[in-house]
């Protein structure tokens, strides 16, 4: 018996082309691209196979509206949990990252998030500990079942890393495009790493944003 644990970055969002910090709901929605994007990912997750038993979604706006194909070809309306919310980006919150890039504490986050969080902010290990703390209860509810997650970069990175057994620290280099989706399993009472997915993520690459 095992669970099956599948995250869905969003698409490209406006706080995406801007390069700005955003994790406070609503937040701004999705692009023309990332709607494409958000499409393709449900055109993905469905000729893969998959018929999730939940659906869950960050309670940002783009969160949400990537997680709209699904629901409309799926007939489920996703539940929305402040689990999957973006990492807290402490008094960084809506600034872009070039206003950053000048602060050695910015520099030393993008290198490794783990080891120094935005001031006051959240460690990539809060993020893994909230995502897995949910999709574990969640999979305690649906045994057996195919839990969709619609999320955001760092939930993305923690879930993939700590599917992989891997240590959190030193992964600031690691980029996942919008639309990416990390598949991972709890079987046995143990998280593994089954696939990623960024092919979603090329969805209307012509569009000039």
């Known amino acids: 018996m095992h669970t099956d644990l599948i995250l869905v970055r969003h698409g490209q969002s406006q706080s995406n082309v801007e390069g700005r910090f955003c994790a406070v709901p609503p937040g701004p929605g999705l692009t023309q691209r990332g709607r494409l994007q958000a499409a393709a990912a449900t055109r993905c997750l469905l000729q893969a196979g998959v018929r999730p038993s939940l659906i869950v979604s960050s ?14 070809a799926t007939g489920l309306t996703a539940e929305v949990s402040w689990a999957l919310r973006e ?3 402490g008094p960084w919150e809506g600034m872009r990252f070039e206003e950053l890039s000048s602060f050695d504490q910015f520099r030393s986050w993008c290198v490794d998030p783990e080891a120094f969080p935005p001031p006051g902010g ?18 305690s509810q649906h045994p057996s079942g195919t839990i969709v997650g619609f999320s955001h970069m760092h939930p ?5 890393i700590a599917s992989q057994g891997r240590s959190l620290g030193g992964h600031g280099g690691l980029h996942l495009p919008n639309a990416t989706i990390v598949h991972a399993r709890i079987e046995d009472g143990v998280l ?3 696939s990623l997915d960024t092919t979603p993520a090329d969805a209307g690459e012509a569009i000039a944003l």
């Open 59 to 72: 309670p940002l706006a783009r969160a949400r509206e990537t997680a709209r194909p699904l629901e409309e």
């Open 87 to 89: 990492v807290d980006f």
């Open 122 to 139: 959240e460690r990539l290990s809060d993020v893994a500990d909230r995502v897995l703390g949910l999709f574990g209860q969640l999979g």
């Open 156 to 160: 993305l990175v923690a879930l993939l």
């Open 192 to 194: 593994r790493f089954i």
